[in-house]
């Protein structure tokens, strides 16, 4: 079942520029987490925010989670060409140790 | 660092062959997951395992079947492979931490049934 659906499904930006990614889900969660895939490669997990928080920052990425509009947003400033890849929003769920990912948005940064 | 293997990165096979995919992870984690990657599906759970010899049918858990013999080794199995189950195949790990549920990747294996 599909839980997290991301937008957009694709991005191309500069180097420099700001890239934002939004992701919608269904039901409650425990936490909301943002992966990163390199092309043909394993995912890597970049950030958590758990649901009593509204904002999360790790270096240039800063998570938002509105969990009354169930939606959370991934900001990643100042790209950078290494940044190219695609990123998915995964959802924790209560009483469960399984993640729900969502499709993933295609971020292409060109130098 | 948490490392997880798969053991092959690219695999060939022909329709109706059994196929094994194995991942091994080295940092003693409780759960294990696979699952199966397509354009535009995003990530599907096809089975995931919380113990050694326990196991849990995913969201499409049809035409696979898992081993779990060792904590550390974690295998999805096709029976009787066929070219609907042409896909990347992911397999994931992470520790039993209430609240802390970060799923570790191994690279992938892409798989082609021919």
């Known amino acids: 079942s599909q839980q997290g659906e991301e937008d957009p499904q694709a991005l191309s930006i500069q180097e420099g520029e700001n890239a934002t990614m939004n992701c919608s889900y269904k039901?409650?969660?425990?936490?909301l987490q943002w992966y990163r895939q390199n092309s043909g490669r394993g995912l890597v997990h970049l950030i958590l925010?758990?649901?009593?928080?509204r904002e999360k920052h790790s270096g240039r990425l800063r998570v938002t989670l509105d969990t009354s509009k169930k939606s959370s947003s991934l900001l990643i400033t100042a790209s950078r060409a290494a940044d190219t890849a695609s990123y998915f929003c995964?959802?924790?769920?209560?009483?469960?140790?399984?993640?729900?990912f969502g499709t993933g948005t295609r971020l292409q940064v060109f130098p | 660092d948490v490392k997880v293997t798969q053991s092959s990165r690219y695999l060939v096979k022909r329709t109706g062959e059994k196929v094994f995919l194995e991942c091994v992870q080295d940092?003693?984690?409780?759960?294990m997951f696979w699952y199966r990657q397509d354009p535009g599906l995003g990530l599907r759970l096809i089975y995931f395992s919380y113990d050694v010899k326990m196991k849990e049918k995913g969201d499409i858990p049809e035409g696979y079947s898992v081993s779990r013999e060792k904590k550390e080794r974690f295998s999805l199995i096709l029976e009787s492979a066929s070219t609907n189950q042409t896909s990347m195949y992911l397999c994931?790990?992470?520790?039993?931490?209430?609240?802390?549920?970060?799923?570790?990747f191994g690279p992938g294996t892409r798989l082609t049934v021919l």
């Open positions: 925010i758990r649901s009593n928080e």
């Open positions: 940092m003693d984690h409780e759960n």
């Open positions: 995964a959802t924790g769920l209560y009483n469960t140790d399984k993640l729900i």
């Open positions: 039901t409650s969660i425990n936490n």
């Open positions: 994931a790990s992470n520790p039993i931490i209430t609240g802390i549920d970060t799923q570790y």
